[in-house]
């Protein structure tokens, strides 16, 4: 039995009368590529939220590298209103803030590009390491923090150069085309130095052959850094040739799981999602 | 790479050398006594500056928008007046309260003479900073889970109700209650003089300069360090600063915390330059003075905010002087001249400033930043 890397544990996200993520139950475990997928607003990206603690979910938990570090249950007017299952499982309350999440060895992207618009690419990923210093507000201003500040640099360059963008590194962020954008999104995520990479859509709104180089790039990062890739995505080339196990969510709810050929198959899968083509 | 950064390093702290010594070159060559409004500017522009730039680090590099300088300035002038008030002459300033309820000066117990003052001076500074800076602490705790309009009006409610508190009566052993403190060390106290008391240097305007250089110079160094990048990732996208790893409400209240002090130490640096400390001039229309420089200067810009800090008070203070006293030219009254019509023309001549550059003189871009430019573009 390999080592799961993320275990979230009957999660559920109510956002008053609406579960958006219904009892929520997977796993990742370390060195695979997980795709979760799922028709629009099948509550994908609002499971990414509650993983990485921008949501606080409503009840449950989320485990990463065998440590609890999400947990809730409902309180207060949510009490009566709570919906979901496994009301009384949980007692205790967690909330990391999603810098918290991130400083233990998650790290994401967005499905809309966030990009800090006024900076160059080389600082855009320089400044994810700043997570990683350990010099402090007095020593990082008098420069008694030579030493960390040059290896950070040298490390950005390294990360840029493996991901190919060595070449832009003092362009604005922003002046790079689209393909590129979401290249170094991935870059600067991986600058946090993350143990767990998680990907909202990353093939969102790039072409056939953006898409192509894209799964060839995630696989070589997470052999290069020994990763484990979550990911969220809708082109089902991508998902179907990159990913060990897939993931289905309809309606907030989990309806199949297994390896990309099971899921291809499945009866429930393709009526919520992935349709019938048109001579079946 | 690592060679060019040290040289424009060096650049900067030889231009900075040069600019200090002019200054003091200046001061001693003209004579202050005839030209009152050239050093009346300068030291205020030294001032002003520090205290934009340090608006600015809060406005222009976090991206909060706060409006609480003027309450900061006034808790660091009041900490450097009271602490540095001589003995003998605290029963004249607190005549009304029959003396201060403070009875020790930092400068004398330093032992007085120019290496009490110097230490003293600095030291009370400093501590008006820490003040500042405690204060900004407890405030920000409430204050700075609020955004944008709303983080304004509660900064901007703070610096009222710090300067009501300031001149509440039963304060008034400490803080001389409505009344002005004064004959604390000034700017001026720093002309070295020699034993019948005629002065020999004049230091004064270049201690004013000294101050606001070494205050700004540590906002720099911040500002281009893994916290300032820290600080302008806030600012840029708040969502992708969290998820990277940075914790925002301890960033946040770091710059507004460090803004603070720096504040005070303005504010301290106000005092001297006005030769007294008074609540009532520490009002919400100084504030805006100072967010007008930001602006007008380019937010997110420090050199932008020193360059309009120097044109603001002097074009406010000296340049355009001549417009509030009643002007004949031969038998003709030159009409609208009058006391007053000063603050019109002032006004008109921002309101051109900011329509033809939107994004104030230096934009986001600073001093060294555009020389660069232009030595590509020549190249090319």
Redesign the interface.
């Known amino acids: 039995m390999s080592e799961n890397v993320l275990k979230v544990e009957n999660a559920t996200m109510q956002f008053g009368g609406v579960v958006a993520v219904d009892n929520l139950n997977l796993e990742v475990n370390r060195g695979e590529i997980v795709a979760l997928i799922g028709p629009n607003g099948a509550g994908k990206t609002t499971a990414f939220n509650v993983i990485?603690g921008?949501y606080q979910p409503t009840n449950g938990a989320v485990w990463f590298r065998g440590e609890k570090i999400v947990e809730n249950h409902p309180q207060g007017k949510m009490k009566q209103q709570y919906k979901g299952e496994h009301a009384g499982d949980y007692t205790q309350v967690l909330a990391p803030?999603?810098?918290?999440v991130?400083?233990l060895g998650m790290?994401?992207t967005?499905q809309n590009i966030?990009?800090?618009?006024?900076?160059t690419v080389f600082?855009n990923v320089?400044?994810?390491?700043?997570?990683?210093?350990a010099?402090n507000?007095f020593t990082?201003?008098?420069?008694l923090?030579r030493k960390e500040?040059a290896a950070?640099r040298e490390n950005v360059l390294e990360l840029l150069e493996t991901v190919g963008l060595a070449d832009v590194k003092d362009e604005l962020a922003t002046s790079l085309p689209y393909g590129k954008q979401r290249r170094l999104e991935i870059a600067?995520?991986l600058a946090?130095e993350p143990k767990l990479l998680l990907l909202d859509e990353p093939a969102a709104g790039m072409n056939p052959q953006e898409t192509e180089e894209l799964t060839a790039f995630i696989g070589e990062i997470r052999d290069r850094f020994y990763l484990t890739v979550f990911l969220i995505e809708h082109h089902m080339n991508l998902v179907m040739n990159i990913s060990d196990r897939i993931y289905v969510l309809d309606f907030g709810k989990l309806i199949a799981q297994g390896d990309p050929a099971a899921i291809q198959n499945d009866k429930r899968v393709i009526d919520a999602y992935l349709g019938v083509s048109e001579d079946a | 790479m690592k060679k060019t950064v040290s040289k424009s390093a060096w650049a900067t702290l030889l231009c900075v050398a040069a600019l200090l010594a002019l200054v003091v070159i200046l001061e001693n060559v003209l004579d202050p006594n005839k030209n009152i409004m050239v050093f009346t500017a300068l030291k205020k522009g030294a001032v002003y500056a520090l205290v934009a730039v340090s608006m600015n680090l809060l406005n222009g590099f976090t991206g909060l928008f706060s409006l609480g300088q003027a309450g900061f300035m006034l808790l660091g002038a009041y900490t450097y007046a009271i602490l540095t008030i001589p003995v003998a002459q605290r029963d004249a300033v607190y005549y009304i309260y029959n003396g201060s309820a403070i009875n020790f000066s930092l400068p004398e117990l330093f032992g007085g003479g120019a290496f009490g003052l110097v230490l003293g001076v600095v030291l009370a500074l400093a501590l008006g900073g820490c003040v500042a800076a405690a204060v900004a602490w407890l405030i920000g705790l409430p204050v700075l889970r609020l955004k944008s309009d709303y983080l304004a009006i509660a900064t901007l409610g703070f610096g009222e109700i710090i300067r009501a508190v300031f001149q509440w009566d039963k304060l008034g052993p400490v803080t001389n209650g409505a009344n002005a403190l004064k004959n604390f060390p000034t700017f001026s106290s720093f002309n070295i003089t020699n034993g019948s008391g005629e002065t020999v240097l004049r230091l004064s305007t270049f201690t004013a300069f000294l101050l606001a250089g070494a205050c700004i110079a540590v906002i720099v160094l911040l500002i281009n360090s893994t916290y300032g990048r820290a600080f302008k990732a806030i600012r840029d996208d708040e969502v992708a600063a969290e998820a990277m790893g940075i914790n925002l409400s301890k960033h946040k209240r770091l710059a507004f915390v460090i803004s603070s002090f720096f504040a005070g130490v303005g504010g301290g640096m106000f005092a001297m330059f006005a030769n007294q400390a008074q609540a009532k001039t520490f009002t919400t229309a100084m504030t805006y003075e100072i967010l007008l420089i930001v602006v007008i200067g380019g937010i997110g810009s420090v050199s932008g905010s020193c360059i309009a800090a120097f044109l603001y008070v002097a074009a406010s203070e000296w340049w355009l002087r001549f417009l509030d006293a009643e002007t004949f030219i031969g038998g003709f009254k030159v009409p609208l001249l009058r006391n007053g019509f000063r603050m019109v023309v002032f006004s008109v001549v921002i309101m051109i400033v900011v329509l033809f550059f939107r994004r104030g003189i230096m934009g986001d871009k600073e001093l060294p930043d555009l020389l660069e430019k232009r030595r590509k573009e020549r190249a090319k």
């Not at chain 1, 320089?126 to 210093?133: D, N, W, Y």
């Open positions: 990485t921008v803030t999603p810098d918290k991130t400083r790290a994401r967005f966030r990009l800090w618009k006024s900076q600082d320089l400044i994810a390491k700043h997570c990683r210093a010099s507000v990082a201003t008098f420069r923090n500040e950070q600067r995520a946090a």
